[in-house]
């Protein structure tokens, strides 16, 4: 069984949100609902400033917090690591949305839940990459499974020396960034 | 943050019901009489409805409701899991509200009647509710203004103020004229453990993660800063509390309904600020 996992690297990244687009294309969301967004922040002070800017969208966490707080089981983590919703399910207490440190998840208006990014498990099953992954120009993503010791995955991580985002919150999230 | 204003609604209610139970229960176990029967009935009677009013508003704020969805078989699935703090409160909101219920109904046509197993099973599942209201909050990391122990704490007393202010407006309903001796201490003590309490809260976050003394500030100098300092803390505590320590037992009902009053206007206004200063953990640093 695999154990997907994606690798961003923000020193990649041109900040363009072509992938928050093709997501947005791929899953047709209305308008509004992302699951991957673009946070930015101004560090530093005049003349020496600089934009910093963090992708973030659901990190498939193993310790999901947004599982664990979820009073129906609706939200639930398939065995390649990938945590999904079922719609039909779902209660619609928001209380996912309330404990998800990423704060992944956007309310879809028209079906009444939560939703948030699915590792596009449906292009991962035909061996395709996630949307975010095939559009991104600089490459700043990469999917793999890390259960496969071959996979460029793994020495993508230790090159590069990502880390998960907030680690230290105990969630073990399936996302590592380079910063 | 995904808690507004409407599950502050419920967090009042649900407090001030539960509260009005707990208030009553103690009265009777004071040793009921013609004096405070009125208060009894009132605190037991209006728990039920209360919650349920609250429980109303949870409902109103399910994503569902929202999308205009007519889909109440949804509710059934809260019973399903323990590890989250909802299904919890859940079955104890489906307790409490007909145990207090029944409890209430067979006090408003005898006040004398008595049922030690009813009794007991309603302060459990009161005392429950409030607690499980803070817990709520109280475990979630993501937000590390709430992540302590002192929000359920707040909480439980929060619920005894406003219950007690509810006891007490609805005891004047019933014809109910003086208040049990045990109110004034009662009264002053819970004003000071609630401005202790929030004083705890706020320095532990003014001190704590970047998060945390945003939420702090917003409350203590920032946008929320009147409604703290104005409506909770003068208005809603120290006001109430020096009528209540200075008011003498046979003062008039005004008095002791403006007191009852404002003491509900902040037991308002603190679930309202706990929701609305809520600022999720920061990620770019």
Redesign the interface.
């Known amino acids: 069984m695999p154990k997907y996992a994606m690798v961003i690297d923000m020193t990649k990244c041109a900040a363009c949100q072509a992938c928050t687009v093709a997501c947005e294309a791929e899953w047709g969301l209305p308008p509004g609902e992302k699951f991957t967004r673009l946070?930015e922040?101004e560090i530093g002070k005049f003349p020496n400033v600089r934009r910093?800017f963090?992708l973030?969208q659901c990190q498939h966490c193993d310790k999901a917090?947004c599982?664990?707080?979820?009073?129906?089981?609706?939200t639930y983590k398939r065995e390649d690591g990938i945590v999904l919703l079922d719609d039909k399910?779902?209660?619609?207490?928001?209380?996912c949305?309330?404990?998800?440190?990423?704060?992944a998840?956007v309310?879809n208006?028209?079906?009444?839940?939560?939703e948030k990014c699915r590792f596009c498990y449906h292009r991962v099953e035909q061996g395709k990459k996630p949307a975010c992954v095939s559009t991104c120009i600089g490459e700043a993503r990469y999917f793999g499974d890390l259960e496969d010791p071959n996979d460029e995955i793994h020495r993508i991580i230790h090159q590069k020396q990502a880390k998960p985002?907030?680690g230290d919150?105990?969630t073990k999230p399936s996302i590592y960034y380079v910063r | 943050?995904?808690?507004g204003i409407i599950i502050a609604i419920y967090l009042f209610l649900a407090g001030a019901g539960a509260g009005a139970f707990l208030i009553a229960v103690m009265t009777e176990r004071s040793g009921i009489n013609k004096e405070n029967e009125a208060l009894v009935k009132a605190g037991t009677i209006l728990a039920a409805p209360l919650v349920a009013i609250g429980t109303l508003f949870l409902v109103l704020?399910?994503?569902?409701?929202?999308?205009?969805?007519f889909e109440p078989w949804?509710?059934f699935?809260?019973?399903?899991?323990f590890?989250?703090?909802?299904?919890w409160g859940?079955w104890i909101l489906t307790l409490f509200m007909p145990v207090s219920f029944v409890y209430g109904w067979m006090k408003l046509k005898n006040p004398y009647y008595t049922n030690n197993a009813l009794r007991c099973a309603g302060a459990v599942l009161a005392f429950a509710t409030s607690v499980y209201t803070g817990v709520l909050l109280g475990?979630?990391?993501?937000?590390p203004f709430w992540n302590n122990a002192v929000i359920p704490m707040l909480f439980v007393v929060s619920a005894l103020v406003t219950g007690m202010a509810t006891a007490i407006l609805g005891s004047f309903v019933f014809g109910g004229k003086t208040l049990p001796d045990f109110f004034k201490p009662l009264h002053t003590w819970l004003a000071v453990i609630e401005l202790l309490l929030l004083f705890f809260l706020l320095m532990i976050a003014a001190n704590g993660p970047e998060a945390a003394r945003q939420s702090a500030e917003m409350i203590i100098s920032g946008k929320y800063s009147l409604y703290f300092w104005g409506v909770l803390v003068f208005l809603g505590i120290i006001v109430p509390g020096v009528i209540g320590a200075t008011a003498s037992p046979k003062a008039g009902k005004g008095i002791k309904a403006l007191d009852a009053l404002l003491v509900l206007a902040g037991g308002f206004t603190l679930r309202a600020l706990i929701l609305l200063a809520?600022v999720?953990?920061t990620?770019?640093n």
Do not use: F, N
């Open positions: 946070e922040r910093e963090l973030i917090p599982i664990e707080v979820c009073p129906t089981g609706a399910r779902c209660a619609g207490c928001k209380y949305m309330v404990a998800c440190p990423y704060q998840r309310i208006h028209e079906k009444g839940v939560p985002l907030r919150l105990g | 943050m995904a808690w704020d399910l994503t569902w409701v929202e999308a205009g969805k949804r509710i699935y809260l019973y399903t899991h590890t989250s703090m909802i299904t859940t475990v979630v990391k993501a937000v809520a999720p953990v990620l770019m």
